[in-house]
Structures are given as C-alpha cells and as structure tokens.
C-alpha cells in the first residue's frame, strides 16, 4: 500500500477516530466523575449535596406564642403547639421524606442543657385528615452512655420501622424524642438513672419535664397522660420504667428492654432516702396501694443477656407487682442480647402493639 503525504490514510490502514465519538467518551467519563463526587460529598455531608443542617419546622404554633397563625384543635384532648417554636436542624432525611432533627434544649426546670432529637411520621406533617389531630408522644432512651447522641435516632432503622409498624397495624404514629440521657460520659462506671441524685444534674426534671416541655412547645399532643409513653434500653429502659410509675399523672406506659428494676448509680451512696423515692419497686407498690391510676409496664429481655439476673428479676418484678393497676408485659427473646440490635427489631413484634392498645390518638378531624 502506498502511503500519501496529504496525511489522508495512516499506515495502519484505520480510519481516525472521529472528533464526535470523542467528545462522547469525555463527557460519559465526565457524567461518571459526576455522580462519584455527588455520593462521594452526600456521603461526607458536603453542602450542597446534603440537606443536613437545614431548619426543620413541623408546623406552625399558637398565634400569640411563637408567630404562627392559630389552629382549631380536632377535639378538645387536642393540644395544640404552644411555642416558642425550636431551632430544630436536620439530622438525617428518610427514604420517605421524613427528617429527624435535633435541638439544642436549654432545659427551663432541670437547668440542664443537651441535645434533643425528634421525630414526626408522614401522617403528621401530611396526612390532611390528621392537620388538627394530637399525636402520642414517645420519649426514647439509649443505654450505653447515653451522653451527647442517643443511638435511636440513627441507629437500627428505627424510625423506618416506627412508620412501617403504623402501616401494619402495630403501633400507633408517635412522635418520637430521643433526648441525652446522662450529663457526662460513664467511663469510670457513673450514670444517674435517669433521676435527681441530689447534688447531681437534675436528669429526672430533664426527662419528665423539660423534654415533654419542647414537644408540647412544637407539636400537636394530647393534654392527657394517655398520649404519652417511653421506651429505653438497659439504664434508659430502667430510667423509663421508674418515670412512669413515679408520675403516672403524667405517663401511661413503658416499653423497658434489659432493664434493671432497681436504682443502683454509685452517685446514690449517702442519700438512702431519695433513692427509695426512685426505687421501681417501691413506686409499684405504692401505686398498688393507692389503686391506681393504672399503667402499661412492657418488657422485652434477651435469654444471652450480659447479666444473668436481668430475667430473673423481671420475672420477679412482675410476679410480685404485677397487679391491681400495674399492667405488665413480657417478651423473651430467645438468644437476645443485652444490645439495641436485640431489641430494636423486636418492638413491633408485640411490644409496640400492646402498649398501643392502651394510648390515646390520633382522631381524625371531622
């Protein structure tokens, strides 16, 4: 073959590829890099391929009280955001649209300030038939430290497996707030059970007042104790289990997974007193004296628990107090650990549904 100096045909014999075909292949490679360094910075929560961060409003609240327009009720159980609204910013965004925010809450009555988590189903910021209706409340607890995150508002899929156990027909569509739960880390062996240990952070106040406070504060609620429930694991179920009995004024049920039954912080040595008045024991009888009002007490335990006496001495409680208006509930999960992995899937399994055959909402508006 003859060669031709014009440059016409190389000497291979191929044709040149064409300036079009690659211009092609730059821009698949280009789109390709694209979509890397989109996941790549969404994974890493690199503005603006995140939402992370981003104000987070659940409705409006009462004129007069956070600037919103005011809202008729469903019914009179309803109670309707009282304000001042939070600054709560996105934590993380649900395949569903959902978000979970957190607060930095400056806790009024406690005086302890910490992070609080919070959660609302589709049905509350979506559903038209539910815009005035007063949803339950469910205050989740970590175990574990328990200070500066609380494993459930990321871990285990929860609030996936919140709205698909609505969907079911297994729970009613709380709202969730996941609040800190100890002031400091438990390192060297110290945690407050949830309680006012005197001379301590008022943790108690925190759990049972300042965080219910921010709900009512943001979200549609009811006014009664029917429409409000805690769940917690290890000292957060413990910590739950005792705020229910020691103000069933305020709270009807529990679900407490690994719980101890009895207060045993080292913060308690020198004040015997107080920690008998944040003894579940002694609170369940004292509600059985005074006949009531009557409360939901659900347990979930594992049979591989950390601590061998954990079954047994729910099995005991519930022997012994389990009676007059104090309802309990047992589900043992057979090779359970004493983990939020063991207990977190098993919620909707029973758990869920009974304590929600006891609370209250939401009733659709007419």
Wanted: glycine share 12%.
């Amino acid at each position: 073959m003859t060669y031709s100096p014009s440059g016409t045909q190389p000497p291979t014999g191929r044709r040149p590829r064409s300036r079009g075909k690659r211009w092609a292949v730059v821009v698949a490679c280009l789109a390709v890099l694209g979509v890397i360094a989109w996941q790549v910075m969404s994974y890493f929560e690199i503005p603006p391929f995140t939402d992370k961060g981003a104000p987070v409003s659940y409705g409006k609240v009462e004129k007069g009280k956070g600037g919103g327009a005011a809202q008729q009720p469903a019914d009179s159980k309803v109670l309707m955001p009282t304000g001042p609204e939070a600054a709560f910013k996105n934590a993380r965004t649900l395949a569903d649209g959902s978000h979970v925010s957190v607060v930095m809450l400056d806790g009024k009555k406690s005086g302890f300030k910490g992070k609080v988590w919070v959660w609302a189903p589709k049905e509350y910021t979506d559903d038209p038939k539910y815009k005035n209706s007063g949803f339950p409340v469910m205050i989740a607890l970590p175990g574990g430290p328990g200070y500066g995150t609380n494993y459930w508002w990321a871990g285990f899929n929860f609030e996936e497996n919140m709205a698909k156990w609505y969907k079911e027909g297994r729970s009613k569509p709380f709202l969730l707030a996941m609040p800190v739960l100890n002031p400091g880390p438990d390192d060297k062996g110290i945690y407050w059970d949830g309680s006012d240990i005197p001379g301590q952070p008022k943790m108690g106040t925190w759990l049972t007042e300042d965080v219910p406070d921010l709900m009512r504060a943001n979200f549609r609620t009811l006014k009664s104790r029917d429409g409000w429930a805690f769940m917690g694991s290890s000292t957060g179920g413990f910590a739950g289990l005792k705020a229910v009995l020691k103000h069933p004024d305020k709270f009807k049920a529990v679900i407490a997974n690994g719980p101890d039954v009895v207060p045993d912080s080292p913060l308690w040595n020198g004040h015997e007193k107080e920690k008998a008045e944040n003894n579940p024991e002694v609170l369940a009888k004292q509600l059985i004296a005074a006949k009531g009002p009557d409360v939901y007490l659900a347990f979930q335990v594992g049979t591989r628990e950390s601590n061998k006496h954990t079954l047994p001495d729910v099995r005991k409680f519930i022997a012994t107090y389990g009676k007059g208006p104090v309802h309990t509930n047992l589900k043992v999960i057979e090779g359970g650990k004493h983990d939020g992995a063991t207990y977190a899937p098993n919620l909707g399994e029973g758990p869920l549904q009974w304590i929600s055959e006891h609370i209250e909402g939401p009733t659709p508006s007419s």
